[in-house]
């Protein structure tokens, strides 16, 4: 006699009524999930994340140093400055997010390069590796979320790891700088992230005294890229050489406008959006056929970032 009160055979317990996922997760981006991706460092830019600065810089003024900054900002025209990078960025048809804290109390969050990192299935969510930057995370993380975007990883333990340290040689090869922003125990984690997801990492060491891999390299087509002489690794060169780039070395030297050229963000292919004011890099960079948009920077490189320390690339095109 049959139990009129069993659950055996519904579907909540498999039974015929159970329909199983037909999907894998990278399906389900741009339907479940937001369509946002990033396997590249060149092709259309079609979202940022970015963070307009606020009253955490008042604060920060007492003390540049120890909020890792080079001197003082006026918090007026750094805004000013910031809302015209992002004007720039939906001009160039460009959606525009902003991490939209609760709490004020990270002068760095502006700089949003290093608070994630994108791969084609989701983010990698960074770990800061300074003290005053720890907790950034957070609200990144919380935005990141109400966007849709999957976090395919969050680091543990000692592993420390700064977006803008790492990078797309192609769709399916990540490469990730080793410094004082980002250890071994993270590029171990990352690279089992990725692995599961079908893609390969190569790691190589930044010079002594750098801030982050960004600053080594810069890719501004499927086929062209930009490299610090003398200080990009012989690691990181060859790799670009065996996937058909061609590199290129900028009049580069240890002063501000230097650091401003190499820190441009790609807009497409061959168009970038450039710090003002650089002359010298625009004639350099125009040479080999690159559109270049420019915008004042001058007040929020204070702070010891420029354009690309700024924006955290949350999706490119993939068509």
């Given at each position: 006699?049959s139990?009129?009160k069993?659950?055996?055979?519904?579907?909540?317990y498999g039974g015929d009524g159970?329909?199983?996922?037909?999907?894998e997760?990278?399906?389900e981006i741009?339907s479940?999930?937001?369509?946002?991706?990033?396997?590249?460092?060149?092709?259309?830019l079609?979202?940022v994340?970015?963070?307009r600065?606020?009253?955490?810089?008042?604060?920060?003024?007492?003390d540049p140093?120890?909020a890792?900054?080079l001197e003082?900002l006026?918090?007026?025209?750094?805004?000013q400055?910031?809302?015209?990078?992002?004007?720039i960025?939906?001009?160039?048809?460009?959606?525009?997010?902003f991490?939209?804290p609760d709490?004020?109390?990270y002068?760095?969050?502006?700089?949003?390069?290093d608070l994630?990192?994108?791969t084609?299935?989701?983010?990698i969510?960074?770990?800061p590796?300074?003290?005053?930057?720890?907790?950034?995370?957070?609200?990144?993380?919380r935005?990141?979320v109400?966007?849709?975007?999957?976090?395919?990883?969050?680091?543990?333990?000692s592993?420390?790891?700064?977006?803008?340290?790492?990078?797309?040689?192609?769709?399916?090869t990540?490469?990730?700088?080793?410094g004082?922003?980002?250890?071994?125990a993270a590029?171990?984690?990352i690279?089992?992230t990725?692995?599961?997801?079908?893609?390969?990492?190569i790691?190589?060491?930044?010079?002594?005294?750098?801030?982050?891999?960004?600053?080594?390299l810069?890719?501004?087509?499927k086929d062209?890229?930009?490299?610090?002489?003398?200080?990009?690794?012989?690691?990181v060169?060859?790799a670009?050489k065996?996937?058909?780039?061609?590199?290129?070395?900028?009049?580069l030297?240890?002063?501000?406008?230097?650091?401003k050229?190499m820190n441009?963000?790609t807009?497409?292919p061959?168009?970038?959006l450039?710090?003002?004011?650089?002359?010298?890099f625009?004639?350099?960079f125009?040479?080999?056929?690159?559109?270049?948009?420019?915008t004042?920077?001058?007040?929020?490189?204070k702070?010891?970032?420029?354009v690309g320390?700024l924006?955290?690339?949350?999706?490119r095109?993939?068509?």
């Amino acid at each position: 006699m049959s139990n009129s009160k069993s659950t055996f055979g519904k579907s909540a317990y498999g039974g015929d009524g159970w329909v199983p996922r037909q999907l894998e997760h990278r399906d389900e981006i741009g339907s479940i999930w937001a369509p946002y991706r990033v396997s590249n460092e060149w092709s259309d830019l079609k979202a940022v994340l970015l963070h307009r600065p606020g009253p955490e810089l008042i604060s920060a003024q007492n003390d540049p140093e120890a909020a890792l900054m080079l001197e003082k900002l006026d918090l007026e025209l750094a805004q000013q400055q910031h809302d015209t990078i992002a004007e720039i960025y939906r001009l160039n048809d460009v959606v525009v997010h902003f991490v939209e804290p609760d709490q004020h109390n990270y002068p760095n969050l502006m700089f949003c390069a290093d608070l994630l990192a994108m791969t084609p299935e989701g983010a990698i969510l960074a770990r800061p590796a300074g003290q005053v930057r720890s907790g950034e995370e957070r609200w990144v993380a919380r935005r990141v979320v109400d966007l849709g975007i999957p976090i395919l990883r969050t680091l543990t333990g000692s592993a420390v790891f700064e977006g803008a340290d790492l990078m797309w040689l192609d769709k399916s090869t990540a490469i990730i700088g080793r410094g004082h922003r980002t250890n071994q125990a993270a590029i171990d984690q990352i690279t089992t992230t990725l692995n599961e997801i079908g893609r390969d990492v190569i790691a190589a060491d930044l010079p002594y005294g750098t801030m982050h891999f960004m600053g080594m390299l810069r890719i501004a087509d499927k086929d062209l890229a930009f490299c610090w002489p003398r200080r990009t690794p012989v690691s990181v060169v060859n790799a670009l050489k065996d996937r058909g780039y061609q590199i290129e070395f900028p009049p580069l030297a240890d002063e501000p406008a230097s650091y401003k050229a190499m820190n441009f963000v790609t807009l497409g292919p061959r168009k970038i959006l450039l710090a003002a004011g650089l002359p010298q890099f625009e004639d350099f960079f125009a040479s080999f056929d690159i559109d270049i948009q420019t915008t004042e920077i001058d007040e929020l490189s204070k702070a010891a970032g420029n354009v690309g320390c700024l924006t955290s690339i949350l999706s490119r095109d993939h068509s």
